[in-house]
């Protein structure tokens, strides 16, 4: 039976072997029915599975042997016999099993293997079955014995010489990227089948077409194979012509840096599963590469594929499966995964475009509203920031409101102070999720008509605010009898012109602590009495106290003045006043004008043109450049001798913030604000 060969050349042989052909990693069964296994000490139990074809047919009743690899880490490699079987379904009715018994020769080490038919599989089929495999040693010849369970008669045997493999096919290959191609070189001997595939864990996969060839090479001669990308599972398998051959592979692309570059990506298909209803980031991958990169969180600056991806720290996915998952996102296409592996990474962002919420920003008075419309139930948190380098810093307190689990889908509204310094902007941000976008919102004055007096008004105010605490002393104090009331009556053109209203009557109420009556602050009293009642009622305090009514002026007014009746609502203040400001002009008749009544308009809202003829009479003020004027023909001919140079100071300021140009730039860093106005 010959002498055992020695261990130094059998490690030497598996070696060999290792590296020519695909190498069974553990022991299994392939049959082509549902089945079980069992087996004695020797090969423990092996993993049964049903296969389409165990490998190329045979004619029953057959039992074919051939020599395998086994490599079961951390043990070294070693042959082992590989066993094919087929029998007939005739003359088989009632067997639930078959035995294997296999002998090694010599060693007399032995062992048995069983497979059985689980219930309910389909009978009246031949059985096919194949079994990686028996380990022996090289050199021995091992026996193998087939019965059935129950025996019905039928038995096989058959022996094999488990023979140490001679040397594999040999190549040589040469890369060629110009042409997208190896180039494999056979030497002069014997031709050899060459093919390029990716190596996964099991086995070497053909490449997808039209890149699959397998080509017959003569001895002497090379051959160009294209490829499709340049990955690191890429190789080249050689083997003899003829069935059961040995094989040689080399995968001469696992340590080349170039195929960790961008093919590598282009190679995978990346699955988006994100949901913003789950809060969840999730993606899976495949690819010709069984890869299993690293996936962490970053912010993508823009959504062009091309813009900078920042890293978000502790935002690494979990891995199962090549399916990448991320709980507590805020999901929006910008919030990337960045897939890293071996020294190239890639940035995948959420193929959907839609969030599961939204924001605006508007100016309500001098105060900033929130609008957020949300899909789902969720917590935002909003700070006020100034923009300084690039960076929005969020400054002073954190405000929060909440669309509760459950409630119905809407608006929510969250009402912030006004922004400490000029040019301050708006972040928020989902605070129920661990990893979430800032939204950085900032006031847009060059888009909206009515932005920029309303900040110079703010302007103003701050500037107010200060002077008031100064001038206190020459102030009477609250409810004595030098505070004379305003009426603030506008037109109701807008929201954004009804917040400059209430912008203006702050800035009265605060520079000059008068006892402004606006109708928005008292809505309360409008919706009882109606819009004429309270129009006339006030209009009878001011008179009485000797007060002022204060018109608003803009374009839309000068419309609904010459369309003007009756009021036309029971909520229509600005119909009311210009109803008794007629009924008091008609009193007046030739005499002169009305008491008690002056005028102003925004230079950027409307000219001299849009005051009808009939109020052209009425003291009229230009906005911002009159203000000064205006607050002392309301503040009426009392002064505060302490007050004169912050007075002179405040006329400075507005007129110098009114006569610069139109043409002024933003100041570099400040997003969102656009050239200064004028006057």
């Known amino acids: 039976m010959g002498r055992p060969v020695p261990r130094a050349l059998l490690l030497a042989a598996a070696a060999a072997l290792l590296a020519a052909a695909g190498a069974v990693t553990r022991l299994r069964v392939s049959a082509n029915f549902e089945c079980r296994a069992s087996a004695d000490s020797t090969l423990s139990r092996p993993h049964c599975r049903r296969a389409a074809r165990a490998g190329p047919p045979l004619e029953p009743p057959a039992l074919v042997l051939s020599t395998a690899l086994l490599c079961r880490r951390p043990q070294p490699c070693q042959p082992c016999l590989r066993v094919r079987l087929a029998l007939p379904a005739a003359g088989l009715g009632g067997v639930r099993g078959l035995q294997l018994d296999f002998l090694e020769l010599d060693s007399n080490r032995a062992g048995w293997l069983q497979v059985w038919r689980r219930r309910g599989a389909r009978g009246g089929v031949p059985w096919r079955v194949r079994f990686d495999c028996f380990p022996a040693q090289s050199g021995r010849r091992v026996l193998v014995s087939l019965r059935t369970i129950p025996d019905r008669g039928l038995a096989l045997s058959r022996s094999h010489l488990v023979a140490t493999e001679p040397p594999g096919p040999v190549f040589t290959h040469a890369w060629v990227p110009e042409a997208r191609a190896i180039e494999v070189s056979v030497p002069r001997g014997p031709a050899l089948m060459v093919r390029l595939c990716h190596q996964l864990a099991l086995e070497c996969e053909e490449l997808p077409r039209p890149f699959h060839q397998q080509v017959l090479v003569p001895g002497g001669r090379c051959v160009l194979l294209p490829y499709e990308f340049l990955v690191p599972c890429l190789c080249i398998e050689a083997s003899y012509p003829h069935r059961d051959s040995l094989r040689s592979k080399r995968c001469p692309f696992q340590e080349q840096p170039a195929a960790y570059g961008p093919e590598l990506w282009s190679s995978v298909r990346f699955h988006d599963y994100s949901a913003s209803s789950k809060d969840q980031m999730a993606m899976g991958l495949s690819g010709r590469c069984p890869l299993r990169p690293h996936a962490a969180l970053c912010w993508r600056e823009a959504a062009a594929g091309a813009a900078p991806c920042h890293d978000i720290p502790n935002s690494t996915a979990s891995e199962e499966e090549q399916a990448y998952v991320l709980d507590k996102v805020d999901v929006h296409p910008q919030l990337c995964f960045r897939f890293s592996y071996g020294n190239s990474s890639h940035v995948e962002c959420p193929h959907r475009p839609e969030t599961a919420w939204e924001v605006s920003l508007s100016a309500q008075g001098l105060r900033l509203r929130l609008r957020l419309a949300s899909s789902v139930p969720a917590a935002f948190?909003?700070?006020?920031?100034?923009?300084?380098?690039?960076?929005?810093?969020?400054?002073?307190?954190?405000?929060?409101?909440?669309?509760?689990?459950?409630?119905?889908?809407?608006?929510?509204?969250?009402?912030?102070?006004?922004?400490?310094?000029?040019?301050?902007?708006?972040?928020?941000?989902?605070?129920?999720?661990?990893?979430?976008?800032?939204?950085?919102?900032?006031?847009?004055?060059?888009?909206?008509?009515?932005?920029?007096?309303?900040?110079?008004?703010?302007?103003?105010l701050a500037v107010a605010v200060l002077l008031r605490s100064r001038c206190s002393a020459g102030r009477p104090a609250a409810g004595a009898g030098g505070r004379r009331p305003v009426l603030l009556v506008y037109s109701p053109d807008s929201e954004a012109h009804a917040g400059l209203a209430r912008a203006l009557a702050e800035l009265l109420r605060a520079a000059l602590g008068c006892d402004v009556r606006l109708d928005l602050w008292e809505s309360g009293g409008v919706g009882r009495l109606g819009g004429l009642p309270w129009l006339y009622a006030q209009r009878a305090r001011v008179g009485r106290e000797r007060g002022t009514v204060l018109l608003l002026w803009s374009r839309g007014s000068a419309r609904l003045w010459r369309g003007a009746g009756a009021p036309g609502a029971a909520h229509d203040v600005f119909g009311a006043a210009m109803a008794c400001l007629r009924g008091e002009l008609g009193a007046a008749g030739g005499a002169g004008r009305p008491g008690g009544w002056v005028l102003a308009y925004f230079s950027r809202l409307c000219g001299p043109r849009d005051v009808p003829r009939p109020l052209r009479p009425l003291p009229t003020y230009r906005l911002p450049r009159e203000l000064p004027r205006l607050l002392g023909a309301l503040r009426g001919p009392r002064r505060a001798p302490r007050c004169l140079r912050a007075r002179g100071l405040l006329r400075r300021l507005l007129e110098a913030g009114g006569g610069k140009g139109a043409g002024e730039e933003p100041p570099p860093g400040r997003p969102g604000f656009g050239p200064a106005a004028g006057t």
């Open 381 to 460: 948190s909003a700070a006020l920031c100034q923009p300084h380098g690039g960076q929005c810093q969020p400054q002073g307190p954190v405000y929060t409101v909440t669309r509760a689990e459950g409630s119905t889908a809407g608006e929510l509204a969250l009402l912030l102070p006004p922004a400490p310094v000029l040019g301050g902007c708006v972040l928020v941000w989902r605070s129920d999720v661990r990893f979430a976008r800032k939204r950085l919102l900032c006031p847009d004055v060059s888009r909206r008509r009515f932005g920029l007096p309303a900040l110079a008004l703010a302007l103003v």
